[in-house]
T-cell receptor, first 117, second 108 residues
Framework: GAVVSQHPSRVICKSGTSVKIECRSL??????MFWYRQFPKKSLMLMAT?????????EQGVEKDKFLINHASLTLSTLTVTSAHPEDSSFYIC?????????????FGSGTRLTVV | RKEVEQDPGPFNVPEGATVAFNCTYS??????FFWYRQDCRKEPKLLMS???SGNEDGRFTAQLNRASQYISLLIRDSKLSDSATYLC?????????FGAGTTVTVRA
């Protein structure tokens, strides 16, 4: 089945530094990838939709200069949390859509637990 | 109003019991409906799709009521391994909207 690889799985960084998270579709091409964040006991909240070769579409309230998204190829999207602060500590999950499988083609990465100290 | 709302639980049930819970969604134009399962500190995994006619997958039965805009999941003969958070998910165009999840704990 479709596999999405997300790295790193866990990262601890100092306030003010930037962190890059990678999301790769391993056995299918994904023109669209999605980035979510999840706080404890809360639902996954869509942050942005990443489109290969074009600018990402951000959800309301998500700072595009804070969360930089690059989708330079059909198999790789990256999320960079710039100038991280403790309130950015969260679980970040990517999802890639295999369009050949329609609405059933969403595969999630294993998530990145970010802790900003 | 949240797009997808779920009873957070927790539902604490003995092995072998039946447990059922619902979720409601606000957008009547939502197109597809799913239940996902999320284990602690893990990514969500698709459990099953939900169809208007109702559908079963082993011990799991899902129902969709479009008129009332709610989705249900029933688990029969609960196993310890069913302990997890169950996420109700609806799609609009290509976007997934998640409920906050219903936590189920099955005890021996």
């Amino acid at each position: 089945g479709a596999v999405v690889s997300q790295h790193p799985s866990r990262v601890i960084c100092k306030s003010g530094t930037s962190v890059k998270i990678e999301c790769r579709s391993l056995d299918f091409q994904a023109t669209t990838m999605f980035w979510y964040r999840q706080f404890p006991k809360k639902s996954l909240m869509l942050m942005a939709t990443s489109n290969e070769g074009s600018k990402a579409t951000y959800e309301q309230g998500v700072e595009k200069d804070k969360f930089l998204i690059n989708h330079a190829s059909l198999t790789l999207s990256t999320l960079t949390v710039t100038s991280a602060h403790p309130e950015d500590s969260s679980f970040y999950i990517c999802s890639a859509r295999d369009t050949d499988r329609g609405n059933y083609g969403y595969t999630f990465g294993s998530g990145t637990r970010l802790t900003v100290v | 109003r949240k797009e997808v709302e779920q009873d957070p639980g927790p539902f604490n049930v003995p092995e072998g019991a039946t447990v059922a819970f619902n979720c409601t969604y606000s957008n009547s134009a939502s197109q597809s409906f799913f239940w996902y399962r999320q284990d602690c500190r893990k990514e969500p995994k698709l459990l099953m799709s939900v169809y208007s006619s109702g559908n079963e997958d082993g011990r799991f039965t899902a129902q969709l009521n479009r008129a009332s805009q709610y989705i249900s999941l029933l688990i029969r003969d609960s196993k310890l391994s069913d302990s997890a958070t169950y996420l109700c998910v609806v799609t609009n165009d290509y976007k997934l909207s998640f409920g906050a999840g219903t936590t189920v704990t099955v005890r021996a």
